[in-house]
């Protein structure tokens, strides 16, 4: 059986966690908040090197990535709509 890291927190997000409340970071001495799924996710990633296989199979990897690829489909489709102002300039 394996032994967990004593550095590496156990996530503690789930169903029903509210991010617009702000979410604390997991890591005990970490004062980050999150007021997004994503924010959080990233933080997490970035701040304390947690790998995405690490994070693979946790709500917080899978609340994460879809707002992070809500996020992505929505720039995306505003680059495809036409500039208003352009339009008139014909």
Known sequence: MAVADPE???LIYKEGDDPS??????????DFRGFSWHSIFTHV???HGRKYANLRGTYLYRKGTEESNAMQNELRRKRRLPDPAAQGEH
Do not use: H
């Open 45 to 47: 990633r970035l701040r």
């Open 8 to 10: 590496v927190p156990e």
């Open 21 to 30: 409340q702000g979410l604390v970071c997991c890591y005990g001495g970490c």
